[in-house]
């Protein structure tokens, strides 16, 4: 190699060196350029994830109090119901126990077969009374445990509900 030849393609390598160095310039900036578009995307699908929770969370807040409200006013009502229910069957019952209890106090035979007769009547009455108790606890009862079907129902999740994302 003459040192013509050397000198003569200087300029070419030089043209190489400055468009190499000039390309490394450009990918650089076009590195960060695109590391911080990919960074906003980042961001923008965060803030999107974000809210869509928000909206989800919202949501269940909605149902979630609106299925309370209505336990409550359940509540009230069935405390009402069983309450005058209650009352009705409580009072009735209490003026047939004092009826029984006066004629057991006011209780005159002459006979034996009087004696017997109203004897067995007194034990029917008796009996009777303990029916009616029972029949009113059941019915109480009833009340309850339909109320109470009715709040395991509310409490019970909504089938369109959508199902939390696993992850």
């Known amino acids: 190699m003459n040192r013509n030849h050397v000198l003569s393609s200087l300029?070419?390598?030089?043209?190489?060196?400055?468009?190499?160095?000039?390309?490394?310039?450009?990918?650089v900036a076009g590195l960060e350029q695109d590391t911080q578009e990919a960074r906003e995307q980042a961001r923008e699908s965060a803030a999107d994830a974000k809210q869509t929770?928000?909206?989800?969370?919202g949501a269940f807040k909605t149902q979630a109090d609106a299925k309370l409200?209505?336990?409550?006013?359940?509540?009230?009502?069935?405390?009402?119901?069983?309450?005058t229910d209650l009352d009705g069957s409580r009072q009735k019952l209490e003026a047939k126990l004092d009826d029984t209890?006066?004629?057991?106090?006011?209780?005159?035979?002459?006979?034996?077969?009087?004696?017997?007769?109203?004897?067995?009547?007194?034990?029917?009455r008796i009996a009777?009374?303990?029916q009616q108790l029972n029949?009113?606890?059941?019915?109480?009862?009833?009340s309850l445990d339909q109320a109470g079907d009715?709040?395991?129902?509310?409490?019970?999740?909504?089938?369109?509900?959508?199902?939390?994302?696993?992850?």
């Open 11 to 27: 300029p070419g390598w030089s043209c190489l060196l400055v468009l190499g160095v000039l390309g490394c310039k450009h990918s």
């Open 53 to 57: 929770l928000d909206r989800e969370v």
């Open 69 to 83: 409200q209505e336990l409550s006013v359940s509540i009230n009502a069935l405390k009402a119901k069983a309450q």
């Open 101 to 124: 209890r006066q004629q057991v106090t006011q209780l005159q035979v002459d006979s034996s077969s009087q004696w017997q007769k109203t004897k067995q009547d007194l034990d029917q």
């Open 128 to 130: 009777e009374l303990g």
């Open 135 to 142: 029949q009113t606890l059941d019915k109480a009862g009833s």
């Open 150 to 167: 009715k709040v395991e129902r509310a409490l019970q999740p909504s089938e369109h509900e959508p199902k939390p994302e696993s992850k």
